[in-house]
């Protein structure tokens, strides 16, 4: 067996990046993973563009499917709606 080292490129990204990236990503549009009272951040539809985050607690989850591209979609507590991108850890 014979084992060739590939060297990453500007454009080919790093494979374990890659996929570390994907993984931790794809938490976000399982609806699974979303739970009412769990500390998130999500972008609002207003800013979707600029990628500004809001963070706050998960009072609904509005998305009905089990998978979303682009994130779950949820109500905070505050009555802000937006997709999550990100489950905050628990202090």
Request: aromatic share 4%; proline share 4%.
């Amino acid at each position: 067996m014979i084992f060739v080292a590939v060297k990453p490129n500007k454009t080919q990204p790093d494979l374990y990046n890659s996929i570390y990236q994907k993984k931790m990503h794809m938490s976000t549009q399982q609806r699974k993973n979303i739970k009412v009272g769990l500390h998130v951040a999500i972008v609002l539809k207003e800013h979707q563009r600029s990628g500004e985050l809001t963070y706050g607690t998960v009072q609904r989850i509005l998305t009905k499917s089990a998978i979303h591209p682009h994130g779950i979609k949820v109500m905070l507590e505050s009555g802000e709606v937006g997709r999550v991108q990100k489950i905050m850890p628990e202090e």
